[in-house]
């Protein structure tokens, strides 16, 4: 069963896969493919062919460059206000958790 985050819309599996580091630096996974959207962007994973949505433009912008910052945090502070890194974090863990962003 998967549920969705109401703050950045990202899908969160209830068992994670994957430990998330936000300390670490993250990028998507080469099998993944954003689609730009009106309300943020949908992801595809040609490798285990799942789709998941991405209900915020700034959590798209916050994958979108990922790799560009040597960490999470730091993807995170750049743009995202405090009060909603935790709910960014979460979003992030279950991209990782789904496979669509992978550590570099």
Do not use: K
Request: charge should be positive.
């Amino acid at each position: 069963m998967t549920t969705t985050s109401t703050t950045t819309g990202a899908a969160t599996a209830p068992s994670p896969t994957a430990a998330f580091d936000s300390a670490a630096r993250y990028g998507l996974d080469p099998q993944v493919a954003l689609r730009p959207e009106p309300f943020g962007a949908l992801a595809y994973h040609y490798g285990s062919r799942r789709l998941t949505f991405l209900r915020s433009p700034l959590l798209a912008q916050v994958v979108r460059e990922l790799d560009r910052y040597p960490s999470a945090d730091s993807a995170l502070a750049a743009s995202v206000p405090e009060t909603d890194r935790p709910a960014f974090r979460r979003a992030l863990a279950a991209l990782v958790d789904s496979r669509f962003i992978r550590a570099l």
